[in-house]
């Protein structure tokens, strides 16, 4: 853009192509429409579409500032949660929800019509079927309600890094007993989408963190692992920009 605006002149080149008429199936389901114009537009610029919403460019973006992967796992998500008509300020609601119901809960694991209370939704919804399978094992009929929180957390676009771990932690942590055990840091990595085992790294630590791992701790996990890194890499620069 200030490229464009430092110039004395731009030129620019401008087709006109032929009206679009709408067939009987446009006029029915502006959608499709929509989408079939979009189309033509694009074939004629010879450029590809995408389903992705400023919604999920705000998603992807904010993965992204947190250093997290599989930024494409939290648009998938983010479109389903949408079609169920759940909004932005609805989701902080019932996050609140949720995160009593795993931490005042002996068994993390939901089945589909316990979701469905939880998300005010109906257990026949398609949209509420398909998020449910996204989550779900093989050979089992229940899914990870701290996952699930964990990632719908990150719809709400958290801005810090601390934050959003201080979230993790309590998620995970059962019975609120003020550490993680190590199966419970290995649970939360893998919701994070981060493979690296904090068996390994409590191995390698020789910091005496032991198999109780608190939230100073797992910070520590989080910010000395190799995999885990990206999520301070941000945090990091802000620091040293206050600093400064």
């Known amino acids: 853009m200030w490229f464009t605006l430092s110039q004395f002149h731009n030129r620019f080149e401008i087709e006109f192509l032929p009206v679009y008429t709408p067939s009987k199936e446009e006029k029915?389901?502006?959608?499709?429409?929509?989408?079939?114009?979009?189309?033509?537009?694009?074939?004629?610029?010879?450029?590809?579409?995408?389903?992705?919403?400023?919604?999920?460019?705000?998603?992807?973006?904010?993965?992204?500032?947190?250093?997290?992967?599989?930024?494409?796992?939290?648009?998938?998500?983010?479109?389903i949660v949408r079609q169920l008509g759940i909004t932005r300020d609805e989701m902080k609601e019932l996050l609140s929800s949720l995160c009593d119901a795993v931490t005042q809960s002996s068994e993390p694991s939901v089945t589909l019509d316990e979701l469905a209370i939880h998300l005010k939704s109906s257990p026949s919804s398609l949209h509420l079927r398909e998020l449910f399978l996204f989550y779900l094992k093989a050979g089992e009929n229940v899914i990870d309600l701290r996952k699930f929180a964990t990632h719908f957390y990150l719809l709400t676009l958290p801005k810090a890094v601390d934050d959003f771990l201080q979230f993790c932690f309590h998620v995970y942590d059962r019975n609120q007993k003020g550490f993680l055990v190590v199966s419970e840091?290995?649970?939360?990595?893998?919701?994070?989408?981060?493979?690296?085992?904090?068996?390994?790294?409590?191995?390698?630590?020789?910091?005496?963190?032991?198999?109780?791992?608190?939230?100073?701790?797992?910070?520590?996990?989080?910010?000395?692992?190799?995999?885990?890194n990206s999520l301070f890499k941000h945090a990091r620069s802000k620091d040293k920009k206050h600093k400064s």
């Open 28 to 79: 029915k389901d502006v959608k499709l429409f929509a989408y079939n114009v979009r189309s033509v537009f694009a074939r004629v610029l010879g450029l590809p579409i995408t389903e992705n919403s400023l919604e999920d460019a705000r998603t992807m973006r904010n993965a992204d500032v947190l250093g997290l992967p599989n930024a494409q796992h939290l648009v998938h998500i983010s479109r």
């Open 185 to 228: 840091v290995n649970e939360l990595l893998d919701a994070l989408g981060l493979p690296q085992s904090a068996v390994e790294v409590l191995a390698n630590s020789g910091d005496g963190l032991g198999s109780q791992v608190s939230y100073e701790g797992f910070k520590e996990i989080v910010a000395n692992s190799k995999d885990c």
